[in-house]
């Protein structure tokens, strides 16, 4: 199992331009979730999913929005990338509590 | 709502010395418990969890003690190693309600 994947790595954004950080994993788990990490703090949740074509906000949604169409897939779209939304983003999954997490996006907007 | 904090940012500790993280939680209704390690430049790994019916776990070289009458956890790694150098996370999770909620993480770092 490749476990949790997610692309890209890494992008630098210009601000008000749009992207789709994509996030997949083949563990067949229910539960996916979306956190931000900025420097040197914590992982804060943005948004989870409790299974196929269920999501729901997490602590800090504004400026992201999801989908979860199949098991596998969990898109983290900004529409219009803020310089506040520089941070490393981590997608994990769960069967319940205990999660994977993927090795993380760093974005930078400029 | 839940938050979880760590008491201390920082803290290093001579290589085969035991090390004790730890970790307060604010919301009583938490009824599950989780040690993360990040290791600089990837995601969290799972360490190890304890149950709030438990008031401690074992598992190889670590242990979490958990002390639901302070609010308060910790993780205790014995004969610390250089590889065990990294942030440690602490998370709670409300059954049934929000997902786990993460502490701003203590690094450790370790003096060979």
């Known amino acids: 199992n490749a476990g949790v994947t997610q692309t890209p790595k890494f992008r630098i954004l210009k601000i008000g331009q749009s992207m789709t950080l994509q996030c997949t994993q083949d563990?067949?788990?229910?539960?996916m979730y979306w956190y931000r990490q900025d420097p040197g703090m914590g992982l804060k949740l943005i948004y989870y999913?409790?299974?196929?074509?269920?999501?729901d906000k997490g602590e800090v949604p504004n400026g992201y929005n999801v989908s979860r169409s199949t098991t596998e897939d969990f898109p983290l779209r900004l529409e219009l990338a803020a310089p506040s939304q520089t941070s490393v983003y981590f997608c994990?999954?769960?069967?319940?509590?205990?999660?994977?997490f993927g090795p993380g996006t760093r974005l930078l907007v400029l | 709502g839940e938050s979880v904090g760590l008491h201390l940012p920082t803290l290093s500790v001579q290589e085969g010395d035991n090390s004790i993280i730890n970790c307060a939680y604010s919301n009583s209704a938490s009824d599950y418990f989780i040690w993360y390690k990040q290791e600089s430049g990837k995601g969290p790994q799972f360490i190890i969890d304890i149950r709030s019916n438990m008031d401690k776990r074992q598992g190889q070289r670590v242990t979490v003690l958990l002390n639901k009458t302070v609010k308060h956890l910790s993780l205790q790694i014995a004969a610390t190693q250089p590889g065990d150098s990294a942030v440690y996370f602490c998370a709670g999770w409300n059954s049934g309600n929000t997902p786990l909620v993460f502490g701003k993480g203590t690094r450790l770092s370790v003096i060979a």
């Open positions: 999913s409790v299974g196929a074509g269920i999501t």
């Open positions: 994990a999954s769960s069967h319940q509590e205990t999660q994977y």
């Open positions: 563990m067949n788990h229910n539960y």
